[in-house]
């Protein structure tokens, strides 16, 4: 990659592999991106604003109404970004992105940018093998959605099958090769 700093917005929803979200923003500032992190109120719950804003050197967006500037940032971000990435995304993310639901600061985000997105899923398998879940991946693969996993293997909640968080550096790799 070369020297040039490219925007990059990565979303973080409420699920147990949110804190896996840190590394890989811990990854893309060292290697030269500037990373603007939109977290939903309910990624807050297991990772700290706190820690983003530390990792991304940058505020970080939770909520629709708490607005730095004049101009909201999740909006502001949609035309200096250049890729959005959504680790992990969630079935409850990926049933209002691809319904077009825009009610906190990352599904605005999410409506208003046109670019480049990547989304990482991680979920109980039973949510990703949901006839509504495939439907909602289907729908987005369509729209020009890339998808890095979900990987086989054993979640959170104890289950075992597809539904886990690919591997960072598999989702690091995704997002760096947009840039190539």
Known sequence: MNTVSHEIVLGVTGGIAAYKAAGLCSSLVKAGFEVQVIMTEN??????????R??????????????????????????SAELFAVVPATANFLAKFAGGIADDA???????FHGPTIVA?????????HPACRANVEVLKSRGVEFVGPAEGHVACGADGIGRLADPAEIFAAIVSRFR
Request: proline residues 12%.
């Open 43 to 52: 990624a807050t719950r297991f990772v700290t604003p706190l820690t983003f």
């Open 54 to 79: 530390t990792l991304s050197r940058r505020p970080v967006v939770t909520g629709l109404w708490e607005i730095p500037q004049w101009q909201p940032e999740h909006v502001a971000a949609a035309d």
């Open 106 to 112: 990352l599904t605005t985000f999410a409506a208003t």
């Open 121 to 129: 899923p991680a979920m109980n398998p039973k949510m990703w093998s």
